[in-house]
Structure formats: structure tokens, C-alpha cells
């Protein structure tokens, strides 16, 4: 029998995500993504000065304004063909580095664990029994029966207060939920460890970019943040000291955290390795600029394009093959819905269609959502940290092969249980183990160039309007902790005439295109078991494994300034 359910919100993100699934013999069959917000920001950045565009980006996303900063800022660099000294570069590596390390370990354990781990289970472990899984996985310096015994009395006292907070709709019991009380225990541990180590290490982005979130030492053509080891108002001994423990902090964490707990959880779910995989398309622009050619020559994290599965082909990046279309969107383009345009040609004008609330369903056969459908060569793609460290594997990159490899030696599997749900978890846990470990690098490399007598942190060439063309056009891409985050420019006069961003989140959340193929997660979703159609956790398993960002995939506003809605705050 047939049924239809909806899914909205999807909590645990940013933004408003809606998914209608139709399932058939316990099983999703079709499905449907939409954003249900809409903001924006693309059509304020025209006509303003290009050198001040990675400053409003950022507003794109609460969470994620580090990446639209460096993403902006290269699509400007690359119009105006400006290359950046060695120093800026590597801040800016150590900066988006702590970026992804950070996101990485919020979204595992705050965002998408409580789709694994029941924690009221937990209330019924013991102690000692969860010290003893603890230290038979790592050297943990919080492993004692009596630290555990300590996190489960919180915890109760938690439960008791009948204020839960995010763990009020967990599903807690659901059948697929298959932990032992002992690894729940545990797991909550880390989740409460994770909360105060994120804030910890963070902190990299207040030395190097005076705040966060929204830093501010970004420029076009460096950065503003000074180096004088005489100084206690520039980059010195002491901050690059701080810094290092920083690292450090974080590389305990993973190593002896993260890790382990991945390898730990994955082998009770190893039937997820077959469920989500979605269309098989991998995109990365490749990230981390790792020698003196600058960005975007010398990648350490290699760019990309992986079709239908295929890892014994790994083809270039062009730019150029990317459009998006709004066939199932609520936009309009000048040229007619059925029209794919390129970034440089972009349009983002609103043309709302579906149902005013309160209603059912959606008009899926018609607009659904405020995100557009963005296509590579006409190809549905997936982003993400998946999508790298499948193009790193396939290109041969020394570090990821290796920590795959072992990484799937532990759960005993090939190459092709990374196309799923369980293999979009163990990518990003991969992901964070390689990028942390070679932050110290790039640190290393500062303070070798800065023994030099290298301080260089801005390049003042082409600054100047007066140097500029009539008409420069540029793009600026970055590995976001999401995935592919593309930004494109065209400058004309010393001002902006059009600006574009196409985010992980577009890449990921899209609707279906003119030709009806679904987007990413709508297609991820076929074949998904679903035990129980009340409470649908399967579908949040795998739409959590993305780390959805609407936030970031919507960009629009009312030029009128329309009251389009109220909300009570209570």
C-alpha cells in the first residue's frame, strides 16, 4: 500500500528543509527536497565595490561565513588576476582548515549522532562496562568507571527536568536503533566532550581573524592581519603558540575520539553502507594551495569530477560545464524555465507559485522549493567531504588512500560501501583525521618563510580601481566543510553587475531539473528502508549524512521591502 509522508522540518540543520517521501512496501520509492524559506543577498552585492563582496557574503549563513569569506575573495583575486604572498596564503589554509576540523566534529556529534545513538538508553548502562569498551578503543584520558557514572548522573538529572531541549523528538527506542546501552553511554560522554572542545579550538579564528563567527581580517589580495615578532598586536611567538596548542587539543580529540567512536558505531550498522547512495556523480574543486604556486595551482586536497561510480577515472574541473536551472524552482529566468545559465549569466528573480500554509502537500509536479537545480555537463552532482575524499582516493592522494584503506580494513569492506549513508559519515571523520594532521604542516611552513624575514601578508598590485579593466569576470571556489562552494563575479565599471553563488547545499538539495532527474537528495533516498512511517528516522539518517545548509542555498530578497509573514516570538 502506498503512502505519503512528509518530513518538515528537518531539525538538526540550518535552514528549513522539507522532504516528502512516498513509500511502498516499507520502502521510499519517490521523494521530494524542498527549501521552504526564502532570503537573500546575491542582488544587494550589484553595484557595490567588488573589494567589499566577501564582507556581505558571509551573511549568506549564520554557520558557515568563513567559506563564503574565502570564496568571495578568490572570485575577485581570480577576475582581477591578483596572487597572494606565501604567508596570507597560509593563513588562510590554517584558518579554513580549523574550519572544516570544527564543523566536522559539531555535525558528528551534535548534528547527526542522536540518529545512531538512543540516549536514553543509556541511563541503563554500567558504568565499569562502559570504561572497559572506552579503553579497549583508545588511550582516552577520560576513561574511568567513575567519570561515566558521573555523565550518566547528569544525565538523569537531565531527563528528569522533562526539559530536553534537542533530545525531545530523538526516537528514542525506535528499532532502528541498535547500540548497547554501554556505547550509548559513551557516546553521550563524547557528545558533551565535543561541545567544549569546539569552542575550544576554535578560537584559531579569533588570533587569525579577530572573531568568529564573521572574521575580519580577509582582504582582497592577502590579509589584515599584521606579522611582527615584536609585536603584541601582530602575528607573534606567542599567538603561533597558541595556535599550535590549538592544534594540538584538536588532534587528541580526533585521534582518540572521533576515530574510534566511528569505528566503534560503524560495524553495528553496517547495512546502511547500502542504503543512500544516490547518483553516484562526485564533485571537488580541490582546496588547501600547498606550495609557493598559490591558489589555485598546487592543491594539497586535488580537484575533481567522478561519474556514476567510476574511480579508475578521475576527470578535470571546467567550470564553464556548470548551470543551474529553475524548472522546479521559485525563481524565473529571462530566457524561460527550461534554460540552464551559467553562474557569470545568473538570475535570481522570485516568482512564488506553491500553497500558502497551512497545506498538505507540495505541487511537485510544478515549483517546489527555493533552491535551484545545479547541474556539471547536465549531470546531478554530489558535494561534500565524500565527494573529496572519493576524488583523492581515485587521484592517488598518499594520505587519504591510506586512511580509507584502513578505515575500511577495520569494518572489512571495499572502496564500494563509501557510496552510502554510512560511507558520507566515514568520509567526513576521514576528512577531519587528515586535514588536523596536516595543519602543523602549514604552521610549520609560517614560521619557516615568517624565519626569513618574509612578512609580507598583502599584495597591493591591482588593488587600486584605477588598475582594473572595464570588464573583468571571475570565479573563486572552496572546499566548504559541505562541500563545492562556488562564487562568480562579473565587474564592470569598478562595480559589481552580477554576483552568484552556487553552495554545497544547491549542489545537494536541488529539485528535480527539466529532464525530471531527481536532485541529491531526493535520489539518496530511493530504496530507503522505513520501519516505522510516524517516526520516519531513516530519512534523517541519511539527510543528516549531507549536513544540509538551506541557509546558504537560498539567496533572494524583496527589493520592495514586502511583509511577506509574522512571526510571534513568545
Known amino acids: 500500500m502506498a503512502q505519503k509522508i512528509v518530513v518538515d522540518p528537518i531539525t538538526r540543520i540550518e535552514g528549513h528543509l522539507r522532504i516528502e517521501a512516498q513509500i511502498e512496501n516499507g520502502k521510499i520509492v519517490d521523494a521530494w527536497s524542498s527549501s521552504t524559506m526564502f532570503r537573500g543577498v546575491e542582488r544587494i552585492l550589484q553595484n557595490r565595490d567588488p573589494r567589499d563582496a566577501w564582507y556581505y557574503t558571509q551573511r549568506f549563513c549564520g554557520v558557515c561565513t568563513t567559506v563564503h569569506s574565502i570564496a568571495s575573495i578568490r572570485a575577485v583575486e581570480n577576475a582581477l588576476g591578483i596572487k597572494i604572498p606565501f604567508n596570507a596564503e597560509m593563513i588562510r589554509n590554517i584558518i579554513m582548515g580549523i574550519q572544516n576540523v570544527q564543523d566536522h566534529v559539531i555535525h558528528f556529534y551534535h548534528l547527526h549522532a542522536l540518529d545512531w545513538v538512543d540516549v536514553v538508553s543509556a541511563l541503563n548502562a554500567d558504568p565499569a562496562k562502559t570504561a572497559a569498551l572506552q579503553q579497549s578503543i583508545s588511550d582516552w584520558k577520560f576513561s574511568s568507571a567513575d567519570y561515566f557514572a558521573g555523565i550518566q548522573k547528569r544525565v538523569a538529572a537531565f531527563v528528569g527536568t522533562g526539559k530536553l531541549g534537542p533530545f525531545t523528538n530523538g526516537y528514542w527506542g525506535h528499532p532502528a536503533m541498535k547500540l548497547p546501552p554501554e556505547a ?6 563524547h557528545y558533551l566532550e565535543a561541545l567544549q572542545l569546539q569552542k575550544e579550538i576554535i578560537k584559531i579564528h579569533a588570533i587569525l581573524g579577530s572573531k568568529n563567527p564573521h572574521p575580519q581580517t580577509f582582504l582582497v589580495g592577502g590579509m589584515a592581519i599584521p606579522i611582527d615578532p615584536n609585536s603584541q598586536n601582530a602575528l607573534n611567538a606567542d599567538k603561533i603558540a597558541q595556535i599550535k596548542g590549538y592544534i594540538a587539543m584538536a588532534k587528541e580529540f580526533v585521534e582518540q575520539v572521533y576515530i574510534p567512536d566511528i569505528l566503534a558505531v560503524a560495524p553495528f550498522y553496517l547495512d546502511w553502507a547500502g542504503i543512500g547512495c544516490g ?11 600547498d606550495d609557493n604556486r598559490g591558489y589555485p595551482e598546487g592543491f594539497w586536497l586535488p580537484a575533481g569530477v567522478i561519474v556514476n561510480g567510476d574511480l579508475s577515472k578521475v576527470m578535470p574541473v571546467d567550470h564553464k560545464k556548470v548551470t543551474e536551472y529553475v524548472t522546479h ?12 545559465k551559467h553562474p557569470w549569466e545568473g538570475e535570481t528573480n522570485w516568482k512564488y507559485t506553491g500553497p500558502q500554509p497551512p497545506y498538505e502537500f507540495l505541487d511537485t509536479d510544478n515549483k517546489y ?6 547541474r556539471y555537463d547536465d549531470k546531478p552532482m554530489e558535494v561534500g567531504p565524500l565527494s573529496r575524499m572519493l576524488v583523492a582516493y581515485a587521484s592517488g592522494h598518499k594520505e587519504v588512500k591510506q586512511t580509507v584503506d584502513f578505515v575500511l580494513s577495520q569494518l572489512g569492506a571495499g572502496p564500494a560501501v563509501l557510496f552510502s549513508t554510512l560511507g558520507r559519515t566515514a568520509a567526513r571523520a576521514v576528512e577531519t583525521l587528515i586535514t588536523i594532521n596536516k595543519m602543523g604542516q602549514w604552521l610549520d611552513k609560517l614560521v619557516a618563510n615568517i624565519k626569513t624575514g618574509d612578512y609580507s ?3 597591493g598590485k591591482l588593488w587600486e580601481p584605477e588598475t582594473w579593466p572595464a570588464q573583468a569576470n571571475g570565479y573563486g571556489f572552496h572546499e566548504a566543510p559541505r562541500g563545492a562552494l562556488g562564487h562568480w563575479i562579473v565587474i564592470e565599471n569598478k562595480n559589481i553587475k552580477n554576483y552568484q553563488a552556487v553552495v554545497p547545499t544547491t549542489w545537494n538539495a536541488g529539485p528535480r531539473d527539466p529532464s525530471g532527474t531527481r536532485g541529491q537528495y531526493e535520489e539518496a533516498l530511493i530504496g530507503t528502508p522505513i520501519a516505522d512511517p510516524e517516526r520516519p528516522l531513516e530519512i534523517l539518517r541519511t539527510m543528516h549524512s549531507f549536513d544540509p545548509c538551506l541557509a546558504c542555498a537560498v539567496h533572494l530578497y524583496d527589493e520592495k521591502g514586502a511583509l ?6 513568545l
Open 184 to 189: 550509548n553511554l559513551m557516546a553521550v560522554a
Open 279 to 289: 547518483h553516484k556523480n562526485y564533485l571537488s574543486y580541490g582546496e588547501f594551495p
Open 329 to 340: 524552482s521559485w525563481y524565473e529566468y529571462s530566457g524561460g524555465d527550461g534554460v540552464g
Open 369 to 374: 522549493s527555493w533552491v535551484k537545480s545545479p
Open 457 to 459: 601578508i598583502h599584495n
Open 564 to 569: 511577506r509573514s509574522k512571526a510571534k516570538i
